[in-house]
């Protein structure tokens, strides 16, 4: 999000994945129709692909932009699922297996449909709307590249006594800004790496280059504006680099679990508690979390939650309007992949010494094949040190009486690190029925370089759109949008949307009802009929509850059986909606959005984001106004951050994390955390897990 992408740091992760490309294979048991396609796949894809479009030397070769599994027919998927659970024994058929492949050829986009069981191109659709689909790994490093043959780029380095030998530079998304005509571009900004390896607190300030994408050349330049260079000393966020005297020193600890994880993993469906749910990776979306399902004994049978998950589209507008920076306000979702840029999880770390961990494959660029990406989902349970529940019982006469659990849950973690800025993707599964998604901001800062020192140097009338963080450097002021995908099916999938709101009433005395009260609160729940209804900015409407039921099931009580969506930090947007960016990232209009499950309807800010104009939002479909009610629906929550750059954010950023959750509301009869049995203490050897000393004051 918000980030220089692509960068010498890409460049060696890319060099790292072609490392570990030498791919294994492994038989599945548990295969799943929403697995991520196996490399055995992508290698079949690349072969179908060459039989039917047999390479012709005279056009410019092909480049895949996403190859993926092409999303299978939901109702074939959940009959998939019911037949397994309900008669394993016997097979059913799953649902044909099918690839999306994107690709560009002769400055053409085509959406190509491979049907891997037949070996067939059930279609090919050239897209000639606007936007161009995620640009490659590949692109990117040859983009970034030009600017050192490039003669004016190398007079503005030499002029400001730079080596171009320490010089990387960055493809940033183009954007949209009223222009007419169509010309696949990216903007370049370089930064020195002399010194440092957080080069983002470098910047050649003044310098952006267009590149055209499609004919891999310079074709605009500027240097204007010109700023000091930042110093680089203090930047360097290595350990090894970091300048003494370090402190203070964190103390070690061990994480064991002699009886083993418990959970367990068979292909991508993980099993943990009464919870059942899919893993897997896509090179645009990421990690996605799918048919989550939690068991249920009083009616003995999984019963479904979540159908499917994941960070749809982020927004990262950047506050700055001048020439070199007015064009920051990223999609990173649909510009770069979330998947592609998916680093490795660093065990230990990252993740706990008791985590499990997944590989994703991509296949993108010139060539097509599947390149391993190694550790990019991780799975463990954590043990918090937090509390699942507890009492303490002190209104029984001579006896006091105390029950407490430690918290234990399931995450899925990944890491995605667009450029500057690293996200920690978190789904949380937990005893209790509720899911908790939680993202991490943390990475680099991006800033931008100018004579201000103090602030005192800014005089009246002059703005600089963010904070003095160091010596000449400028943290821009931006937000941090999140669009959350949320099939959710609560036992089922015709489902409805309801806003319980709190309204306060007065009291009426009359003579059965004497009190002493004024008034007092209670709700009026409002079933949400379309889609226009079910719009909501958080901040500004008043208390609610918002709750997916589902209408033809209820408790013994008669409640309806629900999940409950307790909103995340959200923000409304501060641009202008006829601002451009704000055009294309109109679905951070409102922070909730429900709409009919379509399986075109997946990605928030379209489906071709660079360089979009805003046709294919979630904003623009939600005009139809369909029909919510009693029908499979998806709830689309936008969480959001504003961020005032502070010092304390250079020269790297300190984790902000944020997040929602889904818990179940009247989904089961009664607590399901009353039965669940406490871990055995640990013993190992002769020692016994610690427990927590007095400290004698
Ligand atoms: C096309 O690809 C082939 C094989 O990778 C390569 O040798 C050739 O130079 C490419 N042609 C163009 C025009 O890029
Ligand atoms: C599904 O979504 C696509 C893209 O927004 C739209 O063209 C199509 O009409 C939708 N189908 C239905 C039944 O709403
Ligand atoms: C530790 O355990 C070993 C065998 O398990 C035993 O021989 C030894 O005496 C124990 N040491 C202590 C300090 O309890
Ligand atoms: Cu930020």
Redesign the pocket.
């Given at each position: 999000m918000a980030a220089p992408t692509k960068s010498s740091l890409h460049n060696n992760l890319l060099f790292f994945f072609f490392l570990f490309s030498i791919f294994t294979t492994s038989v599945v048991t548990g295969a799943h129709p929403l697995d991520q396609l196996s490399p055995e796949e992508l290698t079949s894809i690349q072969a179908i692909f060459t039989a039917t479009y047999p390479?012709d030397?005279s056009q410019?070769?092909t480049t895949f932009h996403y190859i993926g599994l092409d999303e299978p027919d939901k109702n074939a998927v959940v009959s998939w699922l019911h037949h397994q659970q309900h008669q394993p024994s016997s097979a059913s058929p799953p649902p044909p297996r099918r690839a999306l492949v994107i690709t560009r050829v002769n400055r053409e986009t085509h959406e190509i449909v491979i049907d891997l069981a037949t070996r067939t191109v059930v279609s090919d659709r050239i897209y000639d709307g606007f936007g161009y689909p995620t640009v490659t790994f590949e692109e990117q490093v040859v983009a970034n590249l030009l600017p050192m043959e490039y003669g004016p780029f190398k007079e503005s380095a030499e002029r400001r006594g730079v080596d171009l030998t320490e010089v990387t530079c960055s493809c940033f998304p183009a954007g949209w800004f009223g222009e007419e005509k169509k010309r696949r571009v990216a903007k370049l900004q370089c930064f020195s790496t002399k010194d440092t390896v957080n080069f983002y607190m470098v910047p050649l300030e003044g310098i952006t280059m267009v590149v055209d994408l499609d004919a891999m050349e310079i074709v605009d330049y500027m240097d204007r504006d010109e700023a000091p260079l930042p110093k680089a000393e203090g930047t360097d966020y290595r350990l090894s680099a970091v300048d003494p005297p370090l402190g203070p020193r964190l103390n070690g600890a061990v994480l064991v679990q002699p009886d083993g994880p418990g959970f367990a993993v068979d292909g991508h469906t993980v099993s943990w508690l009464d919870w059942k749910l899919h893993v897997s990776f896509d090179a645009r979306l990421g990690s996605m979390i799918s048919t989550a399902q939690i068991y249920d004994p009083e009616q003995q049978a999984h019963r479904s939650v979540l159908y499917r998950g994941y960070i749809s589209e982020i927004f990262g507008p950047y506050m700055d309007p001048s020439p070199n920076h007015y064009f920051k306000s990223y999609l990173d979702v649909g510009e770069y992949g979330f998947g592609l840029c998916t680093v490795p999880l660093v065990a230990g770390i990252d993740c706990p010494a008791n985590a499990v961990f997944m590989d994703g494959y991509i296949a993108a660029g010139?060539?097509g094949s599947p390149v391993l990406w190694p550790n990019v989902v991780c799975i463990f349970e954590r043990h918090s040190g937090d509390v699942m529940w507890r009492h303490t019982e002190l209104g029984i006469p001579n006896r006091v009486v105390t029950e407490t659990r430690a918290d234990v849950s399931l995450v899925v973690r990944s890491v995605v690190t667009v450029g500057n800025y690293d996200h920690i993707v978190d789904w949380e599964f937990r005893p209790s029925g509720s899911i908790k998604v939680q993202i991490g901001l943390s990475g680099i800062l991006e800033v931008k370089a100018s004579t201000y020192t103090n602030v005192d140097d800014i005089k009246d009338g002059e703005e600089a759109y963010g904070t003095i963080v160091a010596d000449n450097t400028i943290g821009l002021y931006h937000d941090h949008f999140f669009a959350y995908y949320l099939d959710v099916d609560v036992d089922g999938v015709a489902n409805s949307f309801v806003r319980r709101k709190a309204v306060t009433k007065r009291v009426t005395n009359d003579d059965k009802n004497v009190s002493p009260r004024k008034s007092y609160w209670t709700v009026v729940p409002e079933t949400a009929r379309t889609e226009l209804e079910a719009r909501i900015r958080i901040a500004t409407e008043g208390p609610e509850e918002l709750v997916v039921v589902n209408p033809s099931k209820r408790t013994r009580n008669g409640n309806p059986n629900g999940y409950r969506l307790v909103p995340g930090p959200t923000i409304n947007p501060l641009l202008t909606e006829d601002d451009y960016p704000q055009i294309r990232g109109a679905f951070t209009n409102y922070n909730i959005w429900v709409t009919p499950y379509n399986r075109s309807e997946r990605w928030a800010g379209g489906r071709f984001v660079d360089q979009s104009r805003g046709q294919d939002t979630l904003a623009v479909w939600t005009q139809r106004d369909r029909e919510i009610e009693n029908r499979d629906i998806v709830v689309w929550h936008v969480i959001g951050f504003r961020h005032i750059p502070c010092q304390e954010d250079f020269p790297m950023m300190p984790t902000l994390s944020g997040g929602f959750e889904l818990r179940p509301n009247n989904f089961f009869e009664a607590s399901r955390v009353l039965k669940v049995v406490p871990p055995s203490p640990v013993t190992i050897g002769n020692c016994t897990a610690a427990v927590a000393n007095r400290i004698q004051i």
């Open positions: 390479p030397p410019k070769n010139t060539d």
